[in-house]
């Protein structure tokens, strides 16, 4: 199984700076897609930015120049630097990764998976 934690959310003004972490722990084998999402009251998840393989990373329309998404892969981390916070922004946010686990007893296998998220609020 893969854990990940997330850790960096609060309370921002508009304007300001967050950044996120995503620490993941586990048998992980190998990664195809990391990614970050967020979920607003009454609205559905969606995808803010992700790193695949390549290690290009991909971002949503509404963040794109505001937020940056790295990766440390030795760790393995993710990161979301996000800047220029407005309200819109405020969400529950999430660490998703998707890949492949390796025990001894289960061989391989591959999941999605996903944190427990972090608040993000974003005041005018």
């Known amino acids: 199984q893969v854990q990940l934690v997330e850790s960096g959310g609060g309370l921002v003004q508009a304007g300001g700076s967050l950044r996120l972490s995503c620490a993941a722990s586990?048998?992980?084998?190998?990664?195809?897609?990391q990614g970050w999402y967020r979920q607003a009251p009454g609205k559905q998840r969606e995808l803010v930015a992700s790193i695949s393989t390549g290690g290009l990373a991909n971002y949503a329309d509404s963040v794109k120049g505001r937020f940056t998404m790295s990766r440390d892969t030795a760790k393995p981390m993710t990161y979301l630097q996000m800047s220029s916070l407005k309200p819109e922004d405020t969400a529950v946010y999430y660490c998703?990764?998707?890949?492949?686990?390796?025990?001894?007893?289960?061989?391989?296998?591959?999941?999605?998976?996903w944190g427990q998220g972090t608040q993000v609020t974003v005041s005018s």
């Open positions: 586990g048998n992980i084998f190998s990664i195809n897609v």
């Open positions: 998703n990764l998707r890949g492949t686990t390796y025990s001894g007893i289960s061989g391989y296998s591959a999941g999605d998976y």
